[in-house]
């Protein structure tokens, strides 16, 4: 090639014919000798070497011939430069796209055969471009106001909204959990567009075949299924992130409910939390700490044992003082229905008594269809209709008080006996000679307010006093039975938390329950939590968002729901979260959901939790903080703190 080249160079020059004429006196000989030696191996790089190391082989006639005859070797030196530079150009592509043809080649391999590779691949690429997409919408957007911003946003959650549930359906596992939690958050947390599309997942998760359960079954507990079950639906009732559950019936007629767990669940829940960390240190790198913490949390779940010891801590510690609440007994060596000595209870295998009623989640959105029914709406636009009212503050009805409830589901029972007391007296009369009257009972609303003071109290109760408390609190998990009573499943998450933390968490929700801003950092940072640069109003706010609130007087300044967390980190960074109230953030956050998904927009969990913080000081006769109610952080500090808000701003 680089022959063929010199040649044509040569041949254009020779078509100049005065270039031509004087070559033929002189120059002529000295291209006629580098063409020649180009014929032996290495003639043309050594001839050219001498050409442009020396100028010319012998030496340049001067006058008019010289100036012709150095033009044309410095032209002939130029275009051999520039060969040389598209053949490095060209051996440079090559050497990149054979990489990154090997790197495919790598991919694509690992994809087939490695399964953590496979599952993280699928995970970035149908989370990377949402994130990527919303971050360059919120760079775009970020000069308009608030209410220019929001269609934007709107046409984006409409757009994204199914992908993240096709997702947690496609890989199950670790991303239906993210799911449950995420679908937990109503009223304005996460967009309602994610809310309705994975609020599947709280108690429809697609499970595996009757024969598939049968078969782990038998595997775990080494018998057949009919040696310790009169009666088995195949037919699974409910499907989770780590196994399904199933309706059956002891030998001596006992119904319970059987968890079998998915075999390699454990191991693909390392892979995918993994995955998330990687994602999460780029996205949102304020949160790793957290995440660390909810893996540790989860990778207790991977033993049904463990969680029949905790389901029967559970209820001996909470019905003796909560007769209107249920925590089902697991079929252990202690239950007196087990058929086994041993119990029925494996790592893999969880069975323990049914419960009747339906899920909180289940029941709102029944009692969100009736509403929309009776409005001639939608379920999902009467959602909407709330999030709107939410969102823009136009004064939400509180649901009334319990004795108002109790009051009106009264009056709803007493009519439909009145009702059906006088359809049975047609009945029995007229009824034997013309059509009867059918018998109906109206569905009764839920009572919002006791079925959230009770899970307050619950969950305080096994905070304080027991140390060991479920910080998987998800509506999903929470179940209204047809006796009217609360039950309380799914105690695989169970956080302890030692005395002394007890305590200091105690005085720090009554100083968040008071609203004394400064006596809030102080013990706060007694906690163990601390920013780089020790700024309080900062701390005031992540211990507020944490165990108080989310309303818009703590968050709207900030930029919102959305941006909160990522505002107060460039403020000021977090330099140590403690472990240890990390998953009281995670009950405190999803008892907070429940009340927002039942219509309290402006839950505080420090007002709900004050009775028990003050019964916990006081029987260990520990003082109280010495508090101001109302009082706010130095008012110095504002300029200051304004200056850092606006950097804040400026920079997203």
């Known amino acids: 090639m680089l022959l063929s080249y010199i040649r044509s160079a040569a041949l254009l020059s020779a078509r100049r014919p005065a270039l031509l004429h004087t070559a033929t006196a002189g120059g ?16 043309v790089s050594s001839t050219l070497r001498r050409t442009f190391a020396t100028g010319a082989p012998n030496e340049v006639p001067s006058g008019i011939l010289g100036i012709q005859q150095r033009g044309k070797h410095r032209w002939l030196q130029f275009n051999t430069r520039w060969l040389a530079f598209r053949l490095r150009v060209r051996l440079i592509k090559r050497v990149v796209l054979g990489s990154l043809g090997l790197a495919a080649l790598g991919v694509g391999t690992a994809f087939f055969v490695d399964e953590g590779i496979k599952r993280s691949l699928q995970f970035n690429f149908t989370i990377m471009p949402l994130y990527v997409h919303y971050r360059w919408v919120q760079w775009r957007v970020s000069h308009l106001p608030p209410e220019m911003q929001t269609p934007h946003f709107e046409r984006l959650h409409n757009l994204y909204q199914n ?48 024969e598939y359960a049968r078969k782990l079954l038998e595997e775990s507990l080494g018998c057949p299924v009919e040696e310790v079950f009169s009666y088995f639906d195949d037919h699974a009732m409910a499907a989770a992130s780590i196994g399904q559950v199933h309706r059956a019936r002891l030998l001596d007629g006992t119904d319970v409910v059987v968890k079998v767990m998915y075999p390699s669940v454990e191991k693909y829940f390392k892979m995918d939390i993994a995955t998330m960390v990687r994602f999460t240190r780029m996205a949102a790198p304020e949160q790793v700490p957290v995440l660390r913490e909810v893996e540790k949390q989860f990778m207790t779940e991977f033993d049904y044992q463990r969680e029949a010891r905790q389901l029967r801590e559970a209820s001996e510690n ?51 269809d009736r509403m929309a029914r009776a409005e001639g709406k939608t379920a999902r636009e009467l959602r909407k209709e709330f999030q709107r009212k939410f969102e823009q503050g136009e004064g939400m009805a509180e649901p009334p008080s319990r004795t108002k409830m109790r009051l009106y589901r009264g009056l709803i029972a007493l009519g439909d ?12 009369t007229l009824g034997w000679v013309a059509p009867p009257i059918d018998y109906k009972w109206r569905e009764l609303p839920i009572d919002a307010a006791s079925v959230i003071d009770v899970l307050f109290r619950v969950h305080a109760h096994q905070l304080f006093i027991n140390g060991a408390f479920n910080a998987d609190s998800h509506p999903g998990n929470i179940m209204l039975l047809d006796d009217g009573r609360v039950g309380l499943i799914d105690y695989g ?66 930029g919102g729901l959305a941006l909160f967390q990522e505002n107060l980190e460039k403020i000021d960074r977090q330099a140590h979260n403690p472990e240890d109230f990390i ?70």
């Open 163 to 210: 992908d993240p549930l096709r997702l947690c359906l496609k890989l199950k596992g670790f991303y239906v959990k993210i799911g449950q939690v995420i679908s937990a958050f109503g009223g304005g947390a996460v967009p309602e567009q994610y809310v309705e599309s994975l609020r599947v997942l709280q108690d429809n998760v697609p499970a595996e075949s009757g």
């Open 318 to 368: 909470i019905m003796p003082h909560f007769p209107g609440v249920v925590i089902p007994l697991p079929i252990d060596e202690q239950h007196p229905s087990s058929p086994r000595p041993g119990g029925l209870c494996t790592r893999q295998v969880l069975v323990m008594e049914m419960l009747h009623g339906k899920s909180l989640m289940r029941a709102m959105d029944e009692q969100l």
């Open 417 to 428: 006996y009145l009702r059906n007391g006088t359809a049975l007296t047609y009945n029995w």
């Open 583 to 652: 998953m009281v953030f995670r009950m405190a956050a999803l008892l907070r959901a429940n009340a927002m998904s039942l219509g309290f927009s402006s839950i505080d969990s420090s007002q709900m939790w004050k009775e028990q913080a003050l019964n916990i000081l006081h029987a260990h006769d520990e003082p109280p903080p010495s508090l101001v109610p109302g009082r706010q952080l130095h008012p110095d500090s504002s300029g200051h703190l304004t200056a850092k808000l606006a950097a804040a701003a400026a920079d997203a």
């Open 28 to 43: 002529g000989r000295h291209g006629s000798t580098a063409f020649a030696s180009s014929s032996r191996p290495g003639g």
């Open 493 to 558: 998450q169970v956080k302890r938390i030692a005395h002394p933390d007890r305590i200091k968490f105690a005085r720090l929700l009554l100083a968040l329950a008071e609203r004394d801003q400064v006596a809030t950092v102080a013990l706060w940072k007694e906690c163990g939590f601390a920013t780089e640069g020790d700024d309080h109003y900062v701390i005031d706010k992540w211990a507020t968002y944490f165990f108080s609130r989310m309303s818009a007087d703590v968050v709207d300044e900030l």
